[in-house]
T-cell receptor, first 112, second 110 residues
Framework: DGGITQSPKYLFRKEGQNVTLSCEQN?????MYWYRQDPGQGLRLIYY???????QKGDIAEGYSVSREKKESFPLTVTSAQKNPTAFYLC???????????FGPGTRLTVT | DAKTTQPPSMDCAEGRAANLPCNHS???????VYWYRQIHSQGPQYIIH???NNETNEMASLIITEDRKSSTLILPHATLRDTAVYYC???????????FGTGTRLTVIP
């Protein structure tokens, strides 16, 4: 069953701790993306990767880091430098940047 | 900046067609119109996209006006599971970002 998985669905962390969010896809898509959604707002692009071993900053990359060592995986680390980390994080992938993006179920991160 | 305008909310009776409008009067020639929907606390779901011609798939139909300044997403027989926020998005081919605005909250009523 092809798709995008994100784990865990809910994540709780103490302030000052780094946390890594998982995103895996078995769709053989080249491009992967990370977005953040705050209550009542649209999505904002954090990072994207068009191909393995390459990634680019999106609109709000400060306080985040990513890696793309494998085509299937695009983990996002929320560092302690991110001032407002509590949000709903969404991972997406597309066959290539020209194609539509498909989203995972999301991870809701709460930092206290 | 989403650069599309949608009504904030709409209701539709179950079994009837839901017609969701979107205004994108400043769309440029290389920009597609994409539609996604998001059910509460889930990831957005791709519905359909088009450039000039009307498009139809198993989920919906997309009607784009000849001047491309507006479009309508049609769900032919709305069900309760279609209750969601629907987003109309302009996107250039190859653009990495999807600018989600505030969308239209569609409520399907039994």
């Amino acid at each position: 069953d092809g798709g995008i998985t994100q784990s865990p669905k809910y994540l709780f962390r103490k302030e000052g701790q780094n946390v890594t969010l998982s995103c895996e896809q078995n769709l053989n898509h080249d491009a992967m993306y990370w977005y953040r959604q705050d209550p009542g707002q649209g999505l904002r692009l954090i990072y994207y990767s068009q191909i393995v071993n390459d990634f680019q900053k999106g609109d709000i990359a400060e306080g985040y880091s990513v890696s793309r060592e494998k085509k299937e995986s695009f983990p996002l680390t929320v560092t302690s430098a991110q001032k407002n980390p509590t949000a709903f994080y969404l991972c997406a992938s597309s066959l290539s940047p020209s194609y539509e993006q498909y989203f995972g179920p999301g991870t809701r991160l709460t930092v206290t | 900046d989403a650069k599309t305008t949608q009504p904030p909310s709409m209701d539709c009776a179950e079994g009837r067609a839901a017609n969701l409008p979107c205004n994108h009067s400043t769309i440029s020639g290389n920009e597609y119109v994409y539609w996604y929907r998001q059910i509460h606390s889930q990831g957005p779901q791709y519905i359909i996209h088009g450039l000039k011609n009307n498009e139809t798939n198993e989920m919906a139909s997309l009607i784009i006006t000849e001047d491309r300044k507006s479009s309508t997403l049609i769900l032919p027989h709305a069900t309760l599971r279609d209750t969601a926020v629907y987003y109309c998005i302009r996107r250039s081919r190859g653009a990495n970002n999807l600018f989600f605005g505030t969308g239209t909250r569609l409520t399907v009523i039994p």
